[in-house]
C-alpha cells in the first residue's frame, strides 16, 4: 500500500530551524514530483515547495523563498524540507503529496495522487 509519512515536526522559536522529512513506502519515490503543503489553522492548504523527480528544479512559495530548502534523497526514498528564519505565519501542519504527472502548476493539488497525515509545525515564544 502506497503510503507517505511525515516527520520532524515540533515547537519552535521564531528564527530557529526545523527540517521536515518525507519517508514513502510501497513505492518508488524518484517516480514522483513531490510537494510540500501546509495549512494554517483557519486557512486553506497550500504549496510551500516541490521538487522535481530528479531533483534537479524547485520551487518554492514566495514567503518561504530563502529560508525555505527542499531535497530528495531517491536512495533513501525520502524528501527533506529545512525550514530556517522560522517564523510566526510558518505555524501549520505541513504534508508531503506525491504526483506522478506534475503537469499544472506544482501548487495544483488534484494532480498529487498520494498524501501523507501531516506533521505539526508550532512557531512561537
Known amino acids: 500500500q502506497a503510503q507517505l509519512v511525515e516527520s520532524g515536526g515540533g515547537l519552535m522559536q521564531p528564527g530557529g530551524s526545523l527540517t521536515l522529512s518525507c519517508a514513502a513506502s510501497?513505492?518508488?519515490?524518484?517516480?514522483?514530483?513531490i510537494g510540500w503543503f501546509r495549512q494554517a489553522p483557519g486557512k486553506e492548504r497550500e504549496g510551500v515547495s516541490c521538487i522535481s523527480r530528479n531533483g534537479a528544479s524547485t520551487f518554492y512559495k514566495e514567503a518561504v523563498k530563502g529560508r525555505f530548502t527542499i531535497s530528495r534523497d531517491n536512495t533513501k526514498n525520502t524528501v527533506s524540507l529545512q525550514m530556517n528564519n522560522l517564523q510566526p505565519d510558518d505555524t501549520a501542519v505541513y504534508y508531503c503529496a506525491a504526483s506522478s504527472t506534475l503537469v499544472q502548476a506544482w501548487w495544483w493539488e488534484p494532480q498529487y495522487e498520494h498524501w501523507g497525515q501531516g506533521t505539526g509545525v508550532t512557531v512561537s515564544e
Open positions: 510501497g513505492f518508488t519515490l524518484d517516480d514522483y514530483a
